[in-house]
Each structure stands twice: as structure tokens, then as C-alpha cells.
């Protein structure tokens, strides 16, 4: 069975002493920020359906804008992770069939798409935050919450898939190499 840590991930840098101690903590940090944000999400959701049919008049609509924000950075936080660890979603059962020459070669064009989109993605993400924040856009809810925070979580998830499609990349390089 395959162990989902990061640590001792045979796709990811090993290193030992201080390094390794720094690389166990950023990744329990991120872990549990992403769980927190994504527990917070559910809490809320919950919250919200027992409120309408139980207690209406509890009802506080801006727990589904935050819920939306929350979960949208907690996904974006963790796309670059899944990325960079190789475990994102991807036709295993028919790249498993395929002579390790083609599997180079489609790794090779999988990791340099992934690159392009992360970094359109930044871009982008950089334009439209840009443009929420010189025009001072707010949410038109409850809350007037300011969009920019929202459209920054693009740039983030684009950064982290840059990121890890570019360590893959260099990880194809690598096995291209031997």
C-alpha cells in the first residue's frame, strides 16, 4: 500500500538532519492548514443545513460565501503538493500498459503541458487580482467581502502547479539521463 506523506516519497528530495526536520514540518503545517480550512468549510456547511430546517431564524447567509472562499483555497493550496508528489488524478490503468519509451514520452508532454497551464494560471490569476483589487470589488452578499482574496488564491494554486510540474519535469530529465 502506498504511504500518502510526503515523507519518504521516492519522487521527492531526501535529505537528512536539519533539512529533513524543516521538510516534515512545512509539510505537517500544510496539511493541517488545508484540514482546518476544509474541516471550517464543513463545519460551516453543516451549520447552515441544521439552521434552515431546524432553527430559520439563526440562519447567517454568509457562512456560504465563506465556506466557498475557504474551500476554494484550501484546493488551491494543495494542488501544487498533489502535483509535486505525482499523486494526481491520471489514467493509470492505461499508462501502466505502456513500453517505458512512450511513458517517457508522455510524461514528458503531460509535465510540459502542466507547466504551460501553471503558468497561464499565475498569469491570469496575477490579471484578474489585479483588476479586483484597483477597482475595489466586493462580494455583493452580507459581507461586501473583497474579491481580490478570493482571485489571489488563483495565483497561488498556479504557483504551487508551476512548481510541481516543473520538479517533475526535472525529474523526467533525470530518468531520461540514466
Not at 42 to 49: C, D, F, K, T, V
Request: glycine share 8%; charged share 15%.
Amino acid at each position: 500500500m502506498h504511504d500518502p506523506s510526503p515523507q519518504g516519497h521516492p519522487d521527492l528530495p531526501q535529505s537528512s538532519g536539519e533539512s529533513s526536520r524543516i521538510s516534515k514540518f512545512l509539510s505537517s503545517a500544510h496539511s493541517t492548514l488545508v484540514g482546518a480550512l476544509l474541516c471550517g468549510a464543513l463545519l460551516m456547511a453543516l451549520y447552515n443545513i441544521l439552521s434552515r430546517w431546524l432553527f430559520p431564524q439563526w440562519i447567517f447567509d454568509g457562512f456560504q460565501e465563506i465556506q466557498i472562499y475557504v474551500t476554494v483555497w484550501a484546493f488551491m493550496l494543495c494542488i501544487g503538493s498533489i502535483t509535486l508528489q505525482d499523486r494526481h488524478i491520471k489514467a493509470e490503468f492505461i499508462y501502466d500498459r505502456l513500453h517505458s519509451r512512450l511513458k517517457s514520452i508522455v510524461s514528458f508532454t503531460i509535465n510540459i503541458l502542466g507547466l504551460v497551464f501553471g503558468i497561464i494560471l499565475v498569469y491570469i490569476g496575477y490579471v484578474i487580482t489585479w483588476d479586483a483589487w484597483s477597482f475595489n470589488e466586493v462580494s455583493s452578499t452580507i459581507l461586501r467581502f473583497p474579491i481580490w482574496i478570493y482571485d489571489a488564491s488563483i495565483v497561488i494554486g498556479g504557483l504551487g502547479l508551476t512548481l510541481g510540474y516543473a520538479w517533475q519535469l526535472r525529474k523526467s530529465f533525470q530518468r531520461s539521463q540514466k
